[in-house]
């Protein structure tokens, strides 16, 4: 990164005033590589440093009549800078101004974006410790299935999340790119060493090849990239949702004091921070669509992408930014009910031990379909009688002559899911 920047927030990074400033930055670095192969004066670019700002006003009014935006950002500095400004932009083509800035901006985003994504994953590493034994039911379908702890839950969505640190880091890389190589990328009037002297001093690599763009699939994997983040965060405020249910009421987001819930109802305390980051998402696929659209151009270049890109790009990122932090800040103040998760898992009635009984029976010589046959008789008898599965269990003949009381309750004790809980964690690194 330039030494002179400190990081702005992510708004104001893709403000016009900062914009122009990094392609400021790229024109003064051109010009110091071209003085260093003998094609300017030294006297000439040090002048021009001396004089050379940006006014967006000015350039704004010259874009008025001009309808090019680079060309109004020169013609505004070249009338700051006096007669040297005849050196500036020398041999140089628009696209070679705007995607190296551009790679700046997004490493400038990624850099935000990684420290949003650190900050996430230590909040989930937080909480997943603290409820490594916090034992609840798991679902499948919506459905009661075996027991679970809410800390191996949230270690799923850790792993999951560290995944997307290690994609969004290799994303942010591959999307730094500079291409200083003239109108259709042959050099044909700015020798390459400008370029590699001017993408090192942004650290930024060299396109290997460009025409009179850096290649848009690079752009559309990394809006893909930011996309699937996005999916990943819709997923871990879906299941916030889902658990903070009247019916089902394990965790809550937080409520604060004096906030309000609805207009007509005093009582409502609605996950509305999670439903935010789920709408958000979508907003997150859509951009990934248009920059995937961005990817065939004609010829050496057309302009088709340019207007999707200052939305997009933008967008996504500020988007995603704060979509990080707002479940970030969920994860946080989430309220966690154990009670509630203990009482859910016992609502059934110890049906959910029906896989462990089954395995009990196999152990004890009986086939698989016929044990499974007799358990799920019993399952079924203790959902429609409301009694408890073991007493089922152990009213039934045929498994009462191969399973023990003692047996029995083992099978339906939930604590016999926790025995692999730390190996696990291990596993993930928490």
Known sequence: MIARYTLPKMGSLWSDEHRLRVMLDVELLVLDAQAALGLVPRRAVAAIRRRATVSLAQVARREADTRHDVIAFIESLE?????YGRYLHFGLTSSDVLDTSLAVLLRQ???????????????????ARRHKRTIMIGRTHGVHAEPTTFGLKLAVFYDEFRRHLARLEREGRAVSIGKISGAVGTFANVDPAVERAVCRR?????????TQIVQRDVHAAYVAALALLGGSLEKLAVEIRHLQRTEVRE???PFGHGQKGSSAMPHKQNPIACERVTGLSRLLRGYAVAAMEDIPLWHERDISHSSVERVILPDATITLDYMLQTMTGVLRGLVV????????LESTRGVSASGQVLLALMRQGLSRTRAYELVQRCALAAWRNGSHFSDVLLRDPEIRK????????????PERHLKHVDRIFKRVGL
């Open 251 to 253: 965790v809550e987001e």
């Open 109 to 127: 985003a990624t850099e935000l974006l990684l420290a949003d994504l650190r900050g996430l994953l230590a909040a989930l590493a937080v909480l």
């Open 202 to 210: 942004l650290s930024l690599t060299p396109a290997p090849i460009s």
């Open 337 to 344: 009910h154990p009670d509630r998760m203990r009482a859910n």
């Open 402 to 413: 191969r399973l023990t009381p003692a047996a029995v309750r083992r099978c339906v004790s």
């Open 79 to 83: 009338e700051r800078v006096g007669p």
